[in-house]
């Protein structure tokens, strides 16, 4: 077969380059080498003259997840704000489903199809190959020890068995490179059971505005506070904050000084949601502040009704690493606000409510939009005070 592939392509130009007589004398020659009837040899140079070797099928398996299919992928992962596959693969059907209700679907049943069959290890492996847009950088720290050591408790675990209501709370400081002169701060409340977050930001870190933002938590918050976890920063640990707790029946506990990862809840949420929407900008204009919460009541829709969240259910270490074990579903704030037994039924058709309500592509233009605009109200500030 090779040998008469050989003579074909061998004889191909000239045979539809030649006259009458010359395309009879390559016929015979053919026929003779190749053993073949002479219509054959004519059909065969046919094929091969229409062949288009731009789209000539290649041998192998069919391509099953397509180009449209990859679109659709992307479609989703955009909405969902570039989650790993792990993250991203339980909430592709809901995401779906939310974006053809209310007509911003715009991928064929074909393609929708085979996404919404995909499995996990397809989307972790697609989703790699997708361009991350977003990048940051580290900050500094504004937190300072406080003299109340003796009259705040430290607690530290195990958290497994924290109903929700009991949270954990940090600030954040948008200072740029320097905390000296006023700024905004953002206080961000993590619930531990159902990693429900609500950022709150506020002008400065004083012991009032502090207290102001935890009350707006207070009322925000689907269930009822029932226990708060700070780190030894100055701005929780003071007794303004534990004449407001005490006054309210709840728990205040505190991290125990020098332990940096005590409040990991919050703290890698710190960096997941206040930075990567807000990065390291030095916000020095009391005019975002208001602005800035306008974002961050969308944020906290967005991230927890639509965003999965991983949790670790073990950390093993072995010789110089942690082995650690996750969750073989992660499942949104949402999700696990519902499933938990300790959630009054009232709560829970409150948050059902609201949920069908939202759509998350909606919400991430929001997002995008308020975020512009912090930074434009920020800019015309600084050029304003050059």
Same mark, same amino acid.
């Given at each position: 077969?090779?040998?008469?592939?050989?003579?074909?392509?061998?004889?191909?130009?000239?045979?539809?380059?030649?006259?009458?007589?010359?395309? !009879?004398?390559? +016929? /015979?020659?053919? &026929?003779?080498?190749? %053993?073949?009837?002479?219509?054959?040899? $004519?059909?065969?140079? #046919?094929?091969?003259?229409?062949?288009?070797?731009?789209?000539?099928?290649?041998?192998?398996?069919?391509?099953?997840?397509?180009?449209?299919?990859?679109?659709?992928?992307?479609?989703?992962?955009?909405?969902?704000?570039?989650?790993?596959?792990?993250?991203?693969?339980?909430?592709?059907?809901?995401?779906?489903?939310?974006?053809?209700?209310?007509?911003?679907?715009?991928?064929?049943?074909?393609?929708? !199809?085979?996404? +919404? /069959?995909?499995? &996990?290890?397809?989307? %972790?492996?697609?989703?790699?190959?997708? $361009?991350?847009?977003? #990048?940051?950088?580290?900050?500094?720290?504004?937190?300072?020890?406080?003299?109340?050591?003796?009259?705040?408790?430290?607690?530290?675990?195990?958290?497994?068995?924290?109903?929700?209501?009991?949270?954990?709370?940090?600030?954040?400081?948008?200072?740029?490179?320097?905390?000296?002169?006023?700024?905004?701060?953002?206080?961000?409340?993590?619930?531990?059971?159902?990693?429900?977050?609500?950022?709150?930001?506020?002008?400065?870190?004083?012991?009032?505005?502090?207290?102001?933002?935890?009350?707006?938590?207070?009322?925000?918050?689907?269930?009822?506070?029932?226990?708060?976890?700070?780190?030894?920063?100055?701005?929780?640990?003071?007794?303004?904050?534990?004449?407001?707790?005490?006054?309210?029946?709840?728990?205040?506990?505190?991290?125990?000084?020098?332990?940096?990862?005590?409040?990991?809840?919050?703290?890698?949420?710190?960096?997941?949601?206040?930075?990567?929407?807000?990065?390291?900008?030095?916000?020095?204009?009391?005019?975002?502040?208001?602005?800035?919460?306008?974002?961050?009541?969308?944020?906290?829709?967005?991230?927890?009704?639509?965003?999965?969240?991983?949790?670790?259910?073990?950390?093993?270490?072995?010789?110089?690493?942690?082995?650690?074990?996750?969750?073989?579903?992660?499942?949104?704030?949402?999700?696990?606000?519902?499933?938990?037994?300790?959630?009054?039924?009232?709560?829970?058709?409150?948050?059902?409510?609201?949920?069908?309500?939202?759509?998350?592509?909606?919400?991430?233009?929001?997002?995008?939009?308020?975020?512009?605009?912090?930074?434009?109200?920020?800019?015309?500030?600084?050029?304003?005070?050059?």
């Amino acid at each position: 077969m090779a040998t008469r592939e050989n003579i074909f392509q061998r004889y191909l130009d000239e045979y539809l380059k030649a006259d009458k007589d010359r395309k !009879g004398a390559i +016929l /015979d020659h053919v &026929e003779d080498v190749t %053993r073949m009837h002479r219509k054959a040899v $004519v059909r065969k140079f #046919r094929v091969l003259q229409l062949r288009d070797p731009a789209t000539e099928e290649k041998r192998g398996r069919r391509t099953y997840y397509t180009k449209d299919v990859d679109a659709a992928l992307d479609g989703v992962w955009q909405t969902a704000n570039q989650p790993c596959g792990e993250l991203l693969h339980p909430m592709i059907g809901e995401y779906v489903t939310i974006l053809r209700r209310d007509g911003m679907w715009t991928h064929g049943d074909v393609a929708t !199809g085979k996404l +919404l /069959d995909m499995g &996990e290890h397809t989307v %972790r492996r697609r989703v790699s190959g997708f $361009v991350h847009t977003r #990048r940051g950088r580290r900050g500094i720290s504004g937190t300072k020890p406080s003299l109340l050591k003796q009259i705040i408790p430290i607690f530290k675990g195990p958290w497994g068995d924290k109903p929700p209501g009991y949270g954990q709370i940090d600030t954040v400081a948008h200072c740029g490179g320097s905390l000296s002169g006023s700024f905004v701060w953002t206080l961000n409340y993590t619930d531990v059971a159902t990693y429900w977050i609500i950022p709150k930001a506020q002008w400065n870190k004083g012991q009032e505005a502090t207290k102001q933002s935890l009350q707006e938590v207070k009322e925000n918050l689907p269930v009822d506070i029932i226990g708060l976890h700070p780190d030894t920063g100055g701005d929780f640990i003071n007794h303004n904050l534990l004449t407001w707790c005490t006054h309210e029946q709840i728990e205040l506990t505190r991290s125990e000084p020098g332990k940096k990862n005590d409040n990991i809840c919050v703290e890698e949420r710190n960096g997941h949601v206040v930075r990567k929407y807000l990065g390291y900008t030095r916000f020095d204009c009391p005019d975002v502040v208001p602005v800035i919460n306008e974002l961050y009541t969308a944020l906290s829709q967005y991230l927890n009704h639509f965003q999965a969240v991983r949790r670790t259910r073990s950390k093993e270490r072995v010789g110089a690493r942690y082995k650690r074990a996750y969750e073989k579903i992660p499942l949104t704030p949402h999700q696990r606000m519902l499933a938990h037994p300790d959630v009054t039924q009232e709560a829970k058709d409150r948050l059902r409510e609201e949920h069908t309500l939202l759509n998350p592509l909606v919400l991430l233009k929001k997002i995008d939009m308020l975020t512009a605009r912090v930074m434009k109200i920020q800019k015309q500030a600084t050029v304003a005070h050059g």
